[in-house]
């Protein structure tokens, strides 16, 4: 895993995912069987992957770097490979599939409760019903919980590069899947995801002020080392009103956003890894230390781990236990922040907590 053995104390923590995006758990083996079974080429660009082999010599390329910020130009982007991921997922079963793939591997990772980031822009553009999205994560939610014992709720995201009025279109299209009265219960909160650049959260204070109405919890992403990064955070906690942040790193450089977090209880919701990428570890991991010690509530998570070397969020605890320098006890603590900051049923929440009071951390 990147250079580090997974502890059995990592490996055997009770664990709470709140940032994952479901495409990007979307394995080779996977994608190729989909792409099989729906006759859709392989391909990024004029490069097309014929053998199996071709398409996993395709996931060493290092997508770590931004075009519009000065990046190389010769190799995909991160999101032009997510996307591209996203060809093969043509039918509800295909969907469903991708789902169970995840829910599966929680349960290896003792994860006991996810809220995976889903849109449907991404597919219903390539001419996917959006009903084949959402009754595929639906039927796989429900089966997962029944199979594995592994909970979900999940998060509708915003493609937030994509016109606003497209996005609360997609929210109008999915709402009858949410949950709410009257709904079937699939989502419960509504996120904003993609590429950030120069698309603040305040572009979308309308379709967070309906989801609102609507019932439901709201978060965003404020990317790590985006433009206007600080900015981003602060529409998102006093203009919009979010009650979690994924990423938001960034707020260290500002008392007040600091500040901010604490007066309205909102927690970060980071991934290690994926600033890794660009980050050297001296840089990083000392932020984490400089978060507690500052009293910034805050949970490890795995981002989008196919397309981020292989490492899940088992791997991003591991990077934050060692190179974190964090104790079993802060583990353990970080751990108990997933299970604060999450929006499960109050007695999932409680069988989590008493799991983590067994730790053993002496």
């Not at 490996?11 to 995912?17: S, W």
């Not at 660009?45 to 130009?73: A, C, F, I, Q, W």
């Not at 093969?88 to 994860?111: I, S």
């Not at 591991?318 to 974190?324: I, V």
């Amino acid at each position: 895993m990147n250079g580090l053995q997974i502890s059995p104390f990592v490996a055997g923590l009770p664990k709470v995912e709140l940032h994952i995006h479901i495409e990007g758990t979307l394995q080779p083996a996977l994608r190729w069987k989909l792409a099989k079974r729906n006759n859709i080429p392989l391909r990024f660009k004029d490069k097309e992957y014929k053998t199996y082999d071709e398409l996993l010599e395709s996931y060493l390329v290092t997508y770590n770097h931004r075009p519009e910020m000065g990046g190389r130009k010769d190799v995909p982007t991160f999101l032009e490979a997510y996307f591209a991921g996203c060809e093969v997922l043509m039918t509800e079963v295909d969907f469903y599939e991708l789902a169970m793939d995840y829910l599966k591997r929680c349960k290896e990772m003792n994860v006991r409760y996810a809220e995976p980031f889903f849109d449907i822009q991404a597919h219903t553009r390539r001419g996917v019903p959006a009903e084949h999205v959402l009754n595929g994560y639906l039927r796989a939610q429900r089966d997962a919980a029944a199979q594995y014992g592994v909970r979900s709720n999940w998060i509708f995201c915003f493609i937030r590069d994509e016109p606003v009025e497209d996005g609360e279109a997609a929210y109008e299209l999915a709402l009858p899947w949410a949950r709410r009265p009257g709904g079937k219960g699939l989502f419960h909160a509504v996120g904003l995801a993609s590429n950030a650049y120069e698309r603040p959260p305040n572009l979308f204070a309308g379709g967070f002020a309906r989801a609102k109405r609507d019932g439901l919890h709201t978060t965003t992403h404020c990317d790590f080392g985006q433009k206007d990064t600080h900015e981003h955070i602060r529409q998102a906690l006093f203009d919009v009103g979010v009650e979690r942040i994924d990423h938001g790193l960034d707020v260290l450089d500002r008392p007040e956003l600091v500040a901010g977090l604490a007066d309205r209880g909102v927690g970060l919701t980071l991934c290690p890894h994926a600033y890794h990428r660009r980050t050297a570890t001296e840089v990083l991991f000392p932020k984490l230390r400089q978060l507690l010690d500052q009293g910034v509530q805050f949970c490890i998570n795995s981002d989008d781990p196919v397309y981020m070397h292989d490492v899940w969020i088992d791997g991003n605890m591991e990077k934050a236990y060692r190179y974190g320098g964090l104790s079993k006890t802060e583990m353990v603590q970080l751990a108990r922040n997933a299970v604060d900051m999450c929006w499960a049923d109050e007695q999932v929440k409680q069988k989590i907590y008493e799991e983590l009071d067994g730790i053993v951390t002496e």
